[in-house]
């Protein structure tokens, strides 16, 4: 039976064929979402949460009030417990402005995993 064809890594520019969605140069090592704690602990406290804060808060500032779908953490935790369980650092966002955040403000922070 014929294997499937190598294809070019998705990385932008690398010429490197693979059998994956990146090489192995390119390899995303990120942890998975459970390693990175959230799990059914944090989707309790993510249910109560926007259970009591149901708007986005960045809408909500400019008089829209749109419904909030995503627990944001306002400084990126970046694997320390402590600010990632802190729901003072906690916003509720649609995800819309969570999105545009992250993108904008928190892509180019350094992961400390």
């Not at 990385?11 to 059998?19: E, R, S």
């Not at 986005?56 to 369980?85: M, Q, Y």
């Not at 802190?86 to 402005?97: H, I």
Request: hydrophobic share 25%; aromatic share 8%; charged share 35%.
């Amino acid at each position: 039976m014929p294997r499937k064809p190598k294809s070019p890594c998705k990385h932008p520019g690398c010429p490197n064929l693979t059998g994956k969605r990146y090489c192995d140069i390119h390899t995303d090592d990120r942890p998975s979402a459970a390693k990175r704690g959230y799990d059914s602990r944090w989707r309790k406290a993510r249910a109560r949460f926007l259970k009591v804060h149901p708007l986005c808060v960045r809408c909500n500032s400019e008089g829209k009030l749109i419904k909030a779908t995503v627990v944001d953490h306002i400084i990126p935790h970046r694997g320390d417990e402590l600010l990632f369980w802190d729901e003072s650092n906690w916003q509720a966002l649609c995800k819309r402005c969570h999105d545009r955040k992250t993108r904008n403000k928190d892509q180019y922070r350094e992961y400390k995993y």
